[in-house]
């Protein structure tokens, strides 16, 4: 779950995407943090038949990322003509790179004789945003060992990354045509219909159905498609209370899978997350409207939950692996709570302390990546020699 955010995100730019900052959105993604955070916590504390669906949360991130993303390299293409791609690199090194690997470091080191047992591959995976790939090529055997290791949630933002790079360069194609938004929007469809499709036929392995980046594309070009959509004349629907219907009516189903959905059976991985982004994007839609609804998730925690939601989403499964009901002499509820409230304050201090005063730095282009890469290779090595 990366977010490319309207403010900050599971991978996200500092600068709006949109043509002004839409807190509601934040909010939007303080739902969903909410709910991956619910669904790992409970998990852990032992409440298996509470927040069922709080893994869709991922999903709707892709939709958002995917929306969000694309909005900005289209803006930027519209006012200056092209997309720059040395630029667009740093933008995510300088936006994703310090906190995830400040949390690679603090996993590699708690894992020498400590709290955790990050395997080596893993650490070296979550490094340079491969977890996903690592994932299906561990086959059956090393899939749990993965998932459930403390750096197992960073699939998601594996995928998000590969699917920013490939987007980027996939513009650039674009831009050459005589009409790139249809061409993209073409490409769009057919990154929605085909590998929907192709889940279907091209494998029972759920793994890969999974956490293949290529499978998982229809949430994200779903944003793609929103983003294009919304940059057309004909994108506003008939003011905010037509907006608030379709954002009301989009949250409710959204809350409905999170907490009563699960993977049996598994028709979410046969097309199912293709409809969730359907539903999600109509709640984006009817966000933009700027209705009672948008207002209401712009305000309080659910905004401050969006701010954060990039740190908190890469602390949160670390800190419930750390606490576990032997260390703590807990469980439920009680569990549940502290999971949660020292997952929401790590999180907060890496926000704070890591992420935002990064993100807010305007360092060179070329120093940006080279530091990136450099930070990468010593993690690497780190992994190598300690794990």
């Known amino acids: ?162 699917f920013y790079i490939l987007l980027a360069l996939l513009l650039v194609v674009v831009a050459r045509a005589t009409r790139p938004p249809l061409v993209l929007g073409v490409v769009a469809v057919l990154g929605v219909v085909l590998p929907a499709a192709l889940s279907n036929v091209v494998t029972d392995w759920q793994p890969s159905l999974e956490f293949n980046t290529l499978l998982r594309m229809p949430e994200l070009f779903v944003g793609v498609l929103l983003a294009l959509w919304q940059r057309s004349d004909r994108w506003q629907l008939r003011g905010p209370a037509q907006g608030d219907r379709a954002a009301g009516t989009g949250l409710l189903l959204l809350l409905g899978l999170f907490l009563f959905v699960d993977y049996t059976p598994p028709w979410l991985l046969r097309g199912g997350y293709s409809l969730v982004a359907l539903v999600a994007a109509a709640t984006i839609v009817g966000l933009l409207q700027h209705g009672r609804v948008a207002a209401l998730l712009a305000r309080g925690p659910l905004r401050w939950l969006g701010t954060v939601s990039y740190s908190l989403y890469l602390v949160h499964w670390p800190v419930m692996s750390v606490l576990t009901r032997d260390r703590t002499g807990l469980d439920g509820p009680l569990l549940l709570v502290l999971l949660v409230a020292v997952s929401l304050a790590v999180g907060w201090a890496l926000h704070a302390l890591v992420e935002r005063p990064v993100r807010r730095l305007r360092t060179p282009t070329t120093p940006t990546i080279v530091a990136g890469f450099a930070g990468g290779a010593l993690l690497t090595v780190l992994s190598l020699v300690v794990l």
């Open 1 to 162: 779950m990366t977010h490319a955010s309207s403010r900050a995100a599971p991978t996200a730019s500092p600068t709006s995407a949109l043509d002004r900052y839409e807190p509601s959105l934040d909010g939007m993604r303080g739902i969903c943090i909410a709910a991956v955070v619910g669904y790992h916590g409970c998990a852990q504390a032992g409440l298996t038949g509470w927040v069922r669906g709080g893994f869709i949360g991922v999903s709707v991130f892709f939709t958002l990322s995917g929306f969000l993303i694309t909005s900005l390299l289209l803006r930027e293409h519209s006012s200056t003509g092209r997309i720059h791609l040395s630029l667009f690199w740093a933008r995510r090194i300088r936006r994703l790179w310090p906190a995830a690997g400040a949390v690679v470091l603090a996993v590699v080191l708690l894992s020498i004789s400590g709290p955790l047992a990050a395997q080596r591959s893993d650490a070296i995976a979550a490094t340079w945003n491969v977890t996903n790939w690592h994932v299906v090529a561990g086959g059956e055997s090393k899939l749990l060992q993965t998932i459930v290791g403390p750096l197992g949630p960073t699939w998601s933002l594996a995928v998000e990354e590969q």
